[in-house]
């Protein structure tokens, strides 16, 4: 009831997983879309992602707010993560800012669900965010401070955004912050 898909739709998925937000992209814009970006770190999972959707480009990096290498935690499936607070890890992977991407250029939407990093890909998404003011889906429930960090953020670019938290589901997971012009 807050997102309104257009046939002309660039769908910036960070946190692509094995495309499962892909196929539910896919379903609610009718297969009606110009392009897809989908940021995955994990190369197993990248493997899944690729048969999801035709025109998508997979960027093989997590996202952040510049261009640098991470610890990344891949064990935990849906919930693998950039390991912010024990940086001792065999996996390290690129990282990267959508503004770095070319492919990102005109994204119109941009949904992130990143295990905590949000914030500081929101950062990096800064100067392609204030060009073309996407729809943002945000996921905010990886800790008390994004709850209100992130909310704080974009409404610091005076953007013109309204904001609207939903959660779903029926654990504490999947609270998401929407901006819509």
């Excluded at 800790?143 to 779903?168: A, F, N, P």
Aim: hydrophobic share 40%.
């Amino acid at each position: 009831d807050i997102v309104r898909l257009h046939k002309k739709e660039v769908f910036i998925d960070c946190g692509a997983y094995i495309g499962d937000t892909v196929v539910q992209f896919l379903k609610a814009s009718g297969n009606q879309y110009k392009k897809i970006v989908a940021f995955e770190p994990d190369p197993i999972n990248i493997k899944s992602l690729k048969k999801t959707a035709k025109n998508i480009v997979i960027v093989k990096a997590a996202v952040w707010n510049c261009e640098t290498k991470l610890s990344f935690d891949g064990a935990n499936g849906a919930g693998s993560c950039v390991n912010q607070k024990n940086a001792v890890t065999r996996n390290v992977v690129k990282a990267t800012a959508i503004d770095n991407i070319s492919a990102c250029a005109d994204a119109s939407f941009i949904k992130m669900d990143i295990e905590g990093s949000e914030y500081y890909a929101l950062q990096g998404a800064y100067h392609t965010i204030c060009k073309n003011k996407p729809t943002l889906a945000i996921c905010i429930y990886h800790s008390d401070e994004d709850m209100l960090r992130i909310i704080e953020l974009i409404h610091s670019w005076q953007l013109g955004y309204k904001l609207y938290v939903r959660h779903h589901g029926q654990r504490t997971a999947e609270t998401v912050l929407y901006a819509v012009q």
